[in-house]
């Protein structure tokens, strides 16, 4: 049993599975290549020094109650990561 499923302070195998199931992701990893697979983003670029990551999200990307992901939404949610509290 996780001793958590916070999506954000969650960091065991067990918890993983339980997000994989019912948080989406930007992109997933193919299983068979390792290549980088679109999922709420449609398309990325990545800067030449590797440091900005801009994901253009679905249109068609919504949350359980059918309003749509926006990008403040996945602002808020790596705000939220790298939040020292959470440490």
Known sequence: ?????????????????VHASVCEGLLTR????YDWK???AESWEVSKD???FTFKIRKNAVF??????????????FDAI???AYQ
Do not use: C
């Open 1 to 17: 049993e996780p001793p958590t499923i916070h999506p954000i302070t969650a960091t065991d195998v067990y918890a993983s599975s």
């Open 30 to 33: 193919d299983s068979q290549t």
């Open 82 to 84: 790298f939040n020292p």
């Open 50 to 52: 590797n440091k900005i």
């Open 64 to 77: 359980h109650d059918g309003k749509p992901v926006t990008a403040e939404d996945v602002k808020f949610s």
């Open 38 to 40: 679109p999922r709420l």
